[in-house]
């Protein structure tokens, strides 16, 4: 396997730690003013998703972690967690809920994403940016009580509540963004 040297560590690396995955979040270089220098990094197991704060002396090094992205086509949730199919190999795999995080908020059946996969394990994925959902419920704006940035709820198909402006009504379609849930613009059906 390829050896990642200190001076090749950067965010967004990805190495072997203790025969699993890991990303690294956060590197710094540190030079004190006598010794070796060091590197403070904060790496996120990329299968459990916890954190991780580790130091590294200049001259060490870790094993770099194969990790592919792919394709796969989100099919359903279930209580295992969201089976999405490789869209090369026609393979299904289970994500769990806990990996997912607030990732699936917004993901909608037959939403196509990248999956990041370990070898052959699927480990995770990347929803797609935006999503465009029905409005099943919203208050109507009383006349008079509107000003030009007024927002107010709005619970969408998949049960997620939005903040949306005041024109928007009951049976409007929306893009929203899916990585931060705000309201991006109405959609003309």
């Known amino acids: 396997m390829a050896q990642l040297n200190t001076s090749d560590f950067r965010k967004g690396s990805k190495v072997i730690l203790d025969g699993e995955p890991y990303d690294m979040v956060e590197v710094n270089f540190v030079k004190p003013g006598k010794g070796q220098a060091l590197y403070k990094c904060r790496l996120r197991n990329l299968i459990k998703g916890t954190l991780l704060d580790r130091t590294y002396k200049s001259g060490d090094s870790l094993e770099a972690a194969e990790i592919r992205v792919g394709d796969g086509q989100f099919l359903y949730k279930d209580s295992t967690g969201l089976v999405f199919m490789d869209q090369g190999s026609f393979d299904q795999y289970t994500i769990p809920l806990d990996v997912a995080?607030?990732?699936?908020?917004?993901?909608?059946?037959?939403?196509?994403?990248?999956?990041?996969?370990?070898?052959?394990?699927?480990?995770?994925?990347?929803?797609?940016?935006?999503?465009?959902m029905k409005v099943t419920y919203t208050e109507d704006v009383v006349r008079g009580n509107t000003s030009s940035n007024l927002t107010k709820p709005a619970t969408v198909e998949n049960g997620e509540v939005v903040q949306v402006p005041a024109f928007v009504n009951t049976g409007d379609m929306i893009r929203i963004n899916a990585q931060t849930g705000e309201y991006v613009e109405r959609v003309k059906s």
């Open 101 to 132: 995080a607030d990732q699936a908020r917004f993901l909608q059946d037959g939403a196509v994403c990248s999956i990041m996969y370990w070898g052959e394990q699927p480990i995770g994925f990347t929803a797609p940016d935006k999503a465009v």
